[in-house]
């Protein structure tokens, strides 16, 4: 496995990376150890999964079969720690607010720093967030309840399969935003530029139809109300992964933590794909 | 005026524009009086308006301002019966199946040539028509329940205002679509393609919330049945610029008859905007 961040293109400008730049040091020199949204908001925000060797093969694999919740941006050779394709001076072990130590599926720690832990066999991946087409939903005037009430979004466990690769496997998570008709028209259009970040939605209306029995109660994120002339509209989530990492059960792996993503110097207009 | 086709490539194949011409003959030879869905299908088809020069300035100013139900394809000189920019000795007064002769806001004759009726001060408006994105939506391997079933697509009047212009004025008319989610999410993506043939849907869901308030009883075409897991989509509708003409009552008009439309030598592909 090489280095790659296929469709991206690399060229960006030093001048609009500059802040990404900035915060990231901050990051890591412990200035800022929460979510990450928000943060130089014109750039690409990426979910993290670092895992042993013998086991990104598979994860790579279930990554590319399930392109919606799991877009991949780039993937490191075996203990590579800086990913200069993503931006300058990126190092994986130090440039996260929060990470997530896991031990045979479950949590046990949340450092701020993972140079302690790292291993010459481990790749990193990263993977697109929402955040950059909930930038672009803003920037076209589609209002975002969750934003505007200052909440998580709100995520569920769905009846729609993964396609498996090895251990990894599960349910697609989805997070959902209401809107007007006219915003959700608006919406899968802006969302079907960009391909990177989850792309188009995978479902509108009915929850029950993917498996949803309670939209006021997500199994992640915050409950958001729907009101009686919006629709639900549901998007591959990038906790998809963490949920098929949980199920698997690696000896050992390390993820960001929830909303602590990392910042790289790519541009989320550089993801539109037309 | 000048005749206008702006954002469509004038180039186009003779061998794909020959069946179009050979219909085109064949119903100026009076060998096809019935409706044009389904001939020439990869061809662009037309709904067909011409209103004396008083008031084709009014006319024009309504196209142009509720550019979804009225997508302007071409607009003749005064009294210029070849439309050379839509397809090879296309002659308005004679290659449409069947025309409708309005007086007074009423249709008082449904004639298969109006040679006999034209004029020097008349105006040929032609408009986008749905066939053109109904065939990119089968392409697209999207199923239409309306067409599966032989019948007519059905099409209601709804409570959404268009853009006044002089005389002109109405509700806009929409047509409506069955599917299930994820069809409606890449129907969204393969409409928006099509600008110029109504493009986007308009609203999906609840039809009470456009103003139509029995789904079974449309106010022109067929009904066609919404099963649990489908959504209603709605389309802008070439429907409405004929209400518009009905309200206006001109003492004069003429429009093709409602499927009869003009099949121009342009390309449905070559509308694509990306």
Redesign the interface.
């Given at each position: 496995m090489s280095l790659s961040s296929q469709s991206i293109p690399s060229v960006f400008s030093p001048e609009d990376s500059r802040s990404a730049l900035q915060v990231r040091h901050q990051i890591r020199q412990g200035v800022w150890h929460s979510h990450t949204s928000g943060l130089a908001s014109d750039h690409v925000q990426g979910n993290v999964v670092i895992l042993p060797e013998a086991l990104a093969n598979d994860f790579l694999r279930f990554c590319q079969r399930n392109p919606k919740p799991c877009p991949l941006l780039a993937v490191s050779e075996p203990g590579q720690a800086l990913l200069p394709d993503l931006g300058a001076d990126i190092d994986i072990r130090t440039d996260l607010p929060r990470y997530r130590v896991w031990r045979d599926g479950a949590v046990v720690d949340e450092p701020t720093d993972i140079s302690a832990l790292w291993q010459g066999d481990l790749v990193t991946f990263v993977l697109g967030c929402s955040f950059s087409f909930e930038q672009a939903l803003l920037e076209a005037g589609l209002p975002l309840r969750h934003i505007e009430q200052g909440k998580n979004v709100a995520m569920y466990r769905t009846s729609i399969p993964t396609r498996a690769a090895g251990v990894f496997n599960g349910p697609m998570v989805v997070s959902m935003r209401p809107m007007k008709?006219?915003a959700?028209?608006r919406a899968?259009?802006v969302t079907?530029r960009f391909p990177n970040v989850h792309g188009?939605?995978?479902?509108?209306?009915?929850p029950a139809?993917i498996g949803i029995a309670h939209l006021d109660r997500p199994d992640y994120g915050d409950a958001v109300e729907v009101l009686d002339?919006e629709?639900p509209v549901f998007w591959a989530c990038g906790v998809t992964p963490q949920a098929a990492l949980a199920q698997a059960r690696p000896a050992f792996c390390i993820t960001h933590a929830p909303g602590a993503m990392l910042i790289t110097d790519l541009l989320n207009q550089q993801l539109a794909s037309?």
């Amino acid at each position: 496995m090489s280095l790659s961040s296929q469709s991206i293109p690399s060229v960006f400008s030093p001048e609009d990376s500059r802040s990404a730049l900035q915060v990231r040091h901050q990051i890591r020199q412990g200035v800022w150890h929460s979510h990450t949204s928000g943060l130089a908001s014109d750039h690409v925000q990426g979910n993290v999964v670092i895992l042993p060797e013998a086991l990104a093969n598979d994860f790579l694999r279930f990554c590319q079969r399930n392109p919606k919740p799991c877009p991949l941006l780039a993937v490191s050779e075996p203990g590579q720690a800086l990913l200069p394709d993503l931006g300058a001076d990126i190092d994986i072990r130090t440039d996260l607010p929060r990470y997530r130590v896991w031990r045979d599926g479950a949590v046990v720690d949340e450092p701020t720093d993972i140079s302690a832990l790292w291993q010459g066999d481990l790749v990193t991946f990263v993977l697109g967030c929402s955040f950059s087409f909930e930038q672009a939903l803003l920037e076209a005037g589609l209002p975002l309840r969750h934003i505007e009430q200052g909440k998580n979004v709100a995520m569920y466990r769905t009846s729609i399969p993964t396609r498996a690769a090895g251990v990894f496997n599960g349910p697609m998570v989805v997070s959902m935003r209401p809107m007007k008709a006219a915003a959700v028209i608006r919406a899968i259009q802006v969302t079907s530029r960009f391909p990177n970040v989850h792309g188009a939605p995978v479902h509108l209306g009915n929850p029950a139809l993917i498996g949803i029995a309670h939209l006021d109660r997500p199994d992640y994120g915050d409950a958001v109300e729907v009101l009686d002339d919006e629709i639900p509209v549901f998007w591959a989530c990038g906790v998809t992964p963490q949920a098929a990492l949980a199920q698997a059960r690696p000896a050992f792996c390390i993820t960001h933590a929830p909303g602590a993503m990392l910042i790289t110097d790519l541009l989320n207009q550089q993801l539109a794909s037309f």
